[in-house]
Nanobody, 127 residues
Framework: QVQLVESGGGLVQAGGSLRLSCAAS????????IGWFRQAPGKEREIVAV????????YYGNSVKGRFTSSRDNAKNTVYMQMDSLKSEDTAVYYCAACATFSTNEIPSSPSAYAYWGQGTQVTVSS
């Protein structure tokens, strides 16, 4: 069982930055790839980023590529997502999710692959 808690959301002006954190309770945190997803009102859940078990491989959605960076500290059971150059269209509830993977470099992109989800944190970007 894995419990995930996101933090770091808030209100920021366009062009600003935020850093989200995802803290996990799993004893074997390093066995899990961590994905970041977001959902805006009236829109489908969208993949934002994925980081592999050992942090050696990452994936970013086209809409955030070059602006968002995900990293992890397995010693602290925490994954981070640095969000820079924020735009109003980044406004959404952001979720982190955990997927147990066999390969250390696997980066699942489908939400259905993730068994554990956090409660979400709101990010609002004002224009």
């Amino acid at each position: 069982q894995v419990q995930l808690v996101e933090s770091g959301g808030g209100l920021v002006q366009a062009g600003g930055s935020l850093r989200l954190s995802c803290a996990a309770s799993a004893r074997t945190f390093s066995n899990y790839a961590i994905g970041w997803f977001r959902q805006a009102p009236g829109k489908e859940r969208e993949i934002v980023a994925v980081i592999s078990r050992n942090g050696g491989r990452t994936y970013y959605g086209n809409s955030v590529k070059g602006r968002f960076t995900s990293s992890r500290d397995n010693a602290k059971n925490t994954v981070y997502m640095q969000m820079d150059s924020l735009k109003s269209e980044d406004t959404a509830v952001y979720y982190c999710a955990a997927c147990a993977t066999f390969s250390t470099n696997e980066i699942p992109s489908s939400p259905s692959a993730y068994a554990y989800w956090g409660q979400g944190t709101q990010v609002t970007v004002s224009s």
